[in-house]
């Protein structure tokens, strides 16, 4: 059961492809659709069909939708699994002008303005019909794969661009009657890059909103193995390190993003407020007045004056 087609070129389980749901679907919206998927294959629907095609229900269902729906399920794995597709969608949006796409929907996609709303939209229209016809379901998981490696794509920073296809290229010529307000080409990169930056940020700045600090740690970190010599990341990082009770690590990233730019104002604020509530401790570290009473710090010092 080979798909060459999409995300599944790139050597990557598309499981999101698999069940036919959006990328950003939810658990819920993931088990009602794989659920719909296992009734369709399901041999009690199927009696009237040939013991061929009941096999090769038997094959998609055990091959190709339960392992996408375990994987899917568990949140551990699909974190996992959302990680790699975003690196993915990283790669891709470095070398965006040079995808090829075979399908009309996914270059129209490419160029879209409004990607969230035509890429849900087009998914949904081929999910419809995707396990109607036992002998189509690879074709269409391939062309939802498409759509999903454009989205991520689109996703992860790149612009509206034409992307490659065969002969003619009709979305092409929309883009080009667009107005010419972005940067020139020569300065792509760096604003992909600057893009891709912002949506490290973004996230983070949600998961620190909802006080989900280790995972916003986890997110800036992954942000600053693509661009350690952030002073933004540094400082963003050292904020929610102070958040989190971990004054020493905040006071190392801090100090970092000050080398970086010494004018940077976050870190010139956390770096002030460390060296306040250093010496309440006498240790120099203020790790103890950070963190939360209680734990192995909270025996030493915590509540003695």
């Given at each position: 059961m080979n798909i060459d087609q999409g995300l599944f070129r790139l050597e990557f389980a598309d499981h999101h492809a698999i069940l036919g749901i959006p990328i950003d679907a939810d658990p819920k919206e993931a088990r009602k659709r794989y659920l719909k998927i296992a009734r369709r294959l399901h041999p009690d629907s199927l009696l009237a069909a040939s013991e061929d095609e009941k096999q090769q229900a038997s094959e998609l269902l055990s091959k190709l939708?339960?392992?996408?729906?375990?994987?899917?399920?568990?949140?551990?794995?699909?974190?996992?699994?959302?990680?790699?597709?975003r690196l993915r969608g990283q790669q891709l949006m470095q070398q965006a002008e040079t995808i090829e796409l075979s399908l009309e929907t996914a270059r129209a996609l490419m160029l879209s303005n409004?990607?969230?709303y035509a890429y849900t939209t087009a998914v949904?229209?081929?999910?419809?019909?995707?396990?109607?016809?036992?002998?189509?379901?690879?074709?269409?998981?391939?062309?939802?794969?498409?759509?999903?490696?454009?989205?991520?794509?689109?996703?992860?920073?790149?612009p509206a661009v034409a992307a490659q296809s065969a002969p003619a290229q009709p979305a092409a010529d929309t883009a080009q009657s667009a107005p010419a307000a972005s940067a020139p080409a020569t300065s792509a990169p760096?604003?992909?890059?600057?893009?891709?930056?912002?949506?490290?940020?973004?996230?983070?700045?949600?998961?620190?909103?909802?006080?989900?600090?280790?995972?916003?740690i986890i997110e800036l970190r992954e942000a600053l193995r693509a661009y350690p010599n952030s002073a933004v990341c540094h400082s963003r990082l050292a904020n929610v390190y102070l958040k989190a009770g971990q004054s020493t690590m905040a006071r190392v990233?801090?100090?970092?993003?000050?080398?970086?730019?010494?004018?940077?104002?976050?870190a010139q604020r956390i770096q002030k407020h460390l060296e306040k509530?250093?010496?309440?401790?006498?240790?120099?570290?203020?790790?103890?007045?950070?963190?939360?009473?209680?734990?192995?710090?909270?025996?030493?010092?915590?509540?003695?004056?």
């Open positions: 939708v339960n392992p996408a729906y375990e994987t899917l399920s568990q949140e551990k794995a699909a974190t996992e699994h959302a990680v790699v597709l409004n990607i969230d949904k229209a081929l999910a419809e019909k995707q396990y109607e016809d036992l002998d189509e379901v690879l074709a269409i998981t391939g062309q939802i794969s498409e759509l999903n490696l454009v989205y991520v794509t689109r996703k992860a920073g790149a760096r604003r992909y890059r600057e893009t891709i930056l912002e949506g490290y940020l973004n996230r983070a700045r949600e998961l620190e909103q909802k006080k989900d600090y280790p995972k916003a990233h801090a100090t970092r993003a000050l080398e970086i730019n010494a004018g940077d104002e976050v509530t250093a010496p309440r401790d006498g240790t120099g570290s203020g790790d103890s007045g950070d963190k939360p009473r209680g734990g192995l710090f909270g025996l030493f010092g915590g509540k003695k004056k």
